[in-house]
């Protein structure tokens, strides 16, 4: 911002030079030598003293003009940490930047298996920044969203119980995202998500020597459903294909599941975006090293997680 700089201009009232003993008596000070200039020495350096104190230096004067803009156009910065959770949240006043980190959950393993070879994939992860100042952004203040925290679907579950733990099948991993308006969210409503990301797909095993690890959510190989729904696999509680904007393929006999795409909507209020996946038959999450990570968030059968700050200076990923 531009410096302001204040100019005080100090009125000094009183005896500076007192011509007789009234004036001494009364507490102030006598005649004092003249210098050069033919100015009262004393007085000329109490003068300096008072107008420099009074002259604000530049620091303490930015810091008061910023006060008064922050006080004209205040900006809340908070933070929220969803785990193991599906909820509505309304987005509070007074914000402008909005982060949003999203980790899927990693999915279900085949413990018969020996040295990890039975691991469930791990959930991918997915970021954004949004501009959310604006009375027309895709989300502002006073926004209903909905929160979606992944974890691994098992075979009985409900339909509501799917949607709410991210859309996986056969111990597939869910979903983690932010998506537009209040619960209830199903599988066709795709078109309601901002940040999605996918959860890994489930493992694979015909026998304990015959195991292959799930496939990372928002890999390339993920995908291939209709809707956010990951897809059945062959065998209860395995093989099955992780949720996400498009969700995972469940696999065949012995083979393990997809995982589930990822997104970021494509919107002028999105100012940056990053997506991340682990490597096939790697089975921890990726991004482990980011600061806003939790214990083991997103690998192999450990659920999702999300992460929204408001921050009131642009940021970037």
């Known amino acids: 911002?531009?410096?302001?700089?204040?100019?005080?201009?100090?009125?000094?009232?009183?005896?500076?030079?007192?011509?007789?003993?009234?004036?001494?008596?009364?507490?102030?000070?006598?005649?004092?030598?003249?210098?050069?200039?033919?100015?009262?020495?004393s007085s000329q350096q109490d003068a300096a003293a008072i107008v420099d104190a009074m002259v604000q230096p530049d620091s303490v004067v930015?810091?008061?003009?910023?006060?008064?803009?922050?006080?004209?156009?205040?900006?809340?910065?908070?933070?929220?940490?969803?785990?193991?959770?599906?909820?509505?949240?309304?987005?509070?006043?007074?914000?402008?930047?909005?982060?949003?980190?999203?980790?899927g959950s990693g999915a279900n393993e085949e413990e018969q298996c020996a040295n990890n070879t039975g691991k469930g994939g791990p959930g991918g992860y997915t970021a954004a920044v949004l501009d959310v100042s604006a009375s027309a952004s895709l989300i502002t203040a006073g926004s209903t969203v909905s929160v979606v925290v992944g974890r691994r679907v098992h075979l009985n579950e409900t339909s509501s119980d799917?949607?709410?733990?991210?859309?996986?099948?056969?111990?597939?991993?869910?979903?983690?995202?932010?998506?537009?308006?209040?619960f209830p969210l199903i599988a066709a409503q795709y078109s309601r998500a901002v940040v999605i990301a996918g959860g890994g797909g489930s493992a694979g095993s015909q026998n304990a020597s015959n195991c292959t690890i799930g496939y990372p959510g928002n890999h390339s190989t993920g995908g291939g459903m209709n809707d956010m729904q990951g897809g059945a696999g062959a065998h209860d509680d395995l093989n099955g294909g992780g949720g996400g904007y498009r969700g995972g393929l469940g696999g065949a006999w012995g083979q393990s599941g997809y995982g589930g795409d990822a997104f970021v909507r494509t919107h002028a209020d999105v100012l940056d975006s990053r997506v991340e996946?682990?490597?096939?038959?790697?089975?921890?999450?990726?991004?482990?090293?980011?600061?806003?990570?939790?214990?083991?968030?997103?690998?192999?059968?450990?659920?999702?997680?999300?992460?929204?700050?408001?921050?009131?200076?642009e940021p970037s990923l």
Not at 20 to 41: F, K
Not at 283 to 300: L, R
């Open 162 to 182: 799917v949607a709410l733990h991210g859309f996986a099948a056969s111990g597939g991993g869910g979903l983690s995202g932010v998506f537009t308006g209040a």
């Open 62 to 103: 930015d810091s008061a003009v910023d006060s008064a803009v922050d006080a004209a156009d205040p900006c809340v910065s908070s933070e929220y940490i969803f785990t193991d959770t599906a909820e509505s949240f309304t987005v509070p006043q007074d914000v402008r930047y909005m982060i949003i980190k999203a980790w």
């Open 1 to 41: 911002m531009q410096s302001v700089k204040q100019i005080v201009v100090v009125v000094l009232s009183g005896c500076f030079a007192c011509w007789n003993a009234g004036c001494a008596a009364a507490g102030q000070r006598g005649l004092e030598p003249l210098n050069d200039a033919g100015v009262d020495a």
């Open 277 to 313: 996946y682990q490597t096939p038959g790697t089975w921890t999450a990726p991004m482990t090293a980011d600061p806003d990570y939790i214990g083991a968030a997103g690998a192999s059968q450990e659920p999702g997680l999300v992460v929204i700050r408001f921050v009131c200076t």
